[in-house]
């Protein structure tokens, strides 16, 4: 079987599995809130509202495209802007995969494409993802005193683990130290020297400037959804404040981030949040987490699926031309 049909066997797997999960999660909760509440509340949502919630969700999609885009520059996978735009939306359908590890669909496809070895395009990926992680801590940590200064751990242990991170990182000396001592284990032996590739490619991407941009877009990015979900409850007539909807939207996104696409932990936490901070009825605490995540996982799935129609091309067509052209130091790790 050839690495796209695999992967798109794959693919259609995790999807399967996802979606019935999420149904079951959704039915759970219609059932915990009852057929009655849940169908008046969705019958009586302002439908054209959910006309902005997804255009919100493709400004989302677009700045992180941006991102994504200028990251690749930076350790030199240049691609065309159409062409990386279809490997960024077939991104998008990966975040349901075990682990996200499917995510390393970009990438992959962005090596096979330019020649450039995995080892140097996988820290795009890293610093796409961490910056994503550090705009939503930053627009949670912004009211988390207000709305659950005793969850107020959840926002500042992960920041904090960022941050050492973040300076380790910085320290060129200490980082090649690290990885130096790590060449005494035999497992890490073999690879260390693409680790050090990896670091060096990581420094380009988590450099001042290009941090500071990437941080700056991914807060518009996702903000966007954090206004998304504020204008959800405008549609079911419920008056809320759009600093507590930013809240717990980051919040929520925060708390599923080790989920593949959140499932389960973000949907509850968006709507046990949305009863006990914004103080709505369980009904419209559900209907809206239904509508949110409808509008923003499973509309960036559904984008991510049909932009893997042309996936087998793009791995069979001219990139094996490109790759003879043009073989890369390494393949990949």
Known sequence: MSDSQNLVVRFRRWFVWALAFGVLLYVGATVWVGFDDMGEQLAGFAWWIYLPVLLLTLVNYGLRFVKWHYLANQIGAKLGWMEDARIFLAGLAMVISPGKAGELLKPYLASRRTGVEMARTIPALIAERLTDGIAMLILAALSVS????????????????TA??????????????????????????SIAAK???????????LAPVPFLATVGLSLVAWWAECLGFW??????????????????YAFATV?????????????????????????????????????????????GVGLGAFALLGFESMLQGGIERDYEAAPPAGAGL
Do not use: N, Q
Request: hydrophobic share 55%.
């Open 195 to 205: 680790l050090e590739v990896m670091y060096v490619a990581m420094r380009s991407c």
């Open 146 to 161: 207000t709305y659950a200064g005793d969850r107020a751990h959840y926002i500042w242990i992960p920041a904090a683990i």
């Open 255 to 299: 708390a599923g981030g080790a989920m593949p696409g959140g499932l389960g932990v973000a949907d509850g936490a968006l709507l046990g949040g949305a009863v006990t901070i914004l103080g709505v009825s369980t009904g419209a605490a559900a209907a809206a987490a239904l509508l949110v995540r409808v509008a923003t996982l499973w509309f």
């Open 231 to 248: 204008l959800v409850f405008k549609g079911l007539g419920i008056t809320t404040s759009l600093e507590a909807c930013t809240f717990l």
């Open 164 to 189: 050492a991170g973040l300076l380790v990182l910085a320290s060129e000396r200490l980082s090649m130290g690290i990885l130096h001592g790590l060449r005494r284990i035999g497992p890490i032996e």
